[in-house]
């Protein structure tokens, strides 16, 4: 059975930092892509970042890019997502996800979700 | 960035009825359009993946069509476990993409 449980969500002031994990089970973990995928309370789905099953490819929407890093130990089968320069807007919880494939790119899907895990970002 | 939208926003029906949710994407995608369900508090699903192909343990009320820019989302019958919001993705273009949502209520 797949398994996905993320972790280290929390409350943090404007400006700072938090590391999110996502404890992958139940599958072959390098054969694919994750993904990080957030939802703002009472708001719609926002996909984040994807990561290639080898780490070779990255991928971030514009909101977070330079301030967001996605990374993965295929050898712990865990997912990670470093948050810094953290805002208001990033308040969300944020879903792991397995992709369908092992390179995100075209015929991909979110195949299994997490339970997630919840940012907010507030004074 | 390919802008995803869906209509209606929201919709009343009863258990029984047809539903057809429409997806339209501001360029062309293919096929690479997937949709998902969510009940309130509950983790996404997916339902359908590259346009028509029912992921597995879906039930065959479900179904997706079309391609291009256009595309659907049809509950053959509705049933209880059924009314929940869903999202159309496309995944043709980075950054991948959500329409707003269509939440279906009982009538």
């Known amino acids: 059975e797949v398994q996905l449980v993320e972790s280290g969500g929390g409350l943090v002031q404007p400006g700072g930092s938090l590391r999110l994990s996502c404890a992958a089970s139940g599958f072959a973990f390098s054969n694919f892509a994750l993904t990080w995928v957030r939802q703002a309370p009472g708001k719609g789905l926002e996909w984040v970042s994807s990561?290639?099953?080898?780490?070779?490819?990255?991928f971030y929407t514009d909101s977070v890019k330079g301030r967001f890093t996605i990374s993965r130990d295929n050898s712990k089968n865990t997912l990670y997502l470093q948050m810094n320069s953290l805002r208001a807007e990033d308040t969300a919880l944020y879903y792991c996800?397995?992709?369908?494939?092992?390179?995100?790119?075209?015929?991909?899907?979110?195949?299994?979700w997490g339970q997630g895990t919840l940012v907010t970002v507030s004074s | 960035d390919i802008q995803m939208t869906q209509s209606p926003s929201s919709l009343s029906a009863s258990l029984g009825d047809r539903v057809t949710i429409t997806c339209r994407s501001s360029q062309s995608i293919r096929n690479y359009l997937n949709w998902y369900k969510q009940k309130p508090g509950k983790v996404p699903e997916l339902l359908i993946s590259?346009?028509?192909s029912l992921h597995s343990g879906v039930p065959s009320r479900f179904s997706g069509g079309g391609s291009g820019t256009d595309f659907t989302l049809t509950i053959s019958s509705l049933q209880p476990e059924d009314f929940a919001t869903y999202y159309c993705q496309q995944s043709y273009n980075f950054p991948w993409t959500f329409g707003q949502g269509t939440k279906v209520e009982i009538k």
């Open positions: 996800a397995r992709d369908s494939v092992v390179v995100p790119a075209g015929q991909d899907s979110f195949s299994y």
């Open positions: 990561i290639s099953g080898h780490s070779g490819s990255t």
């Open positions: 590259a346009a028509s």
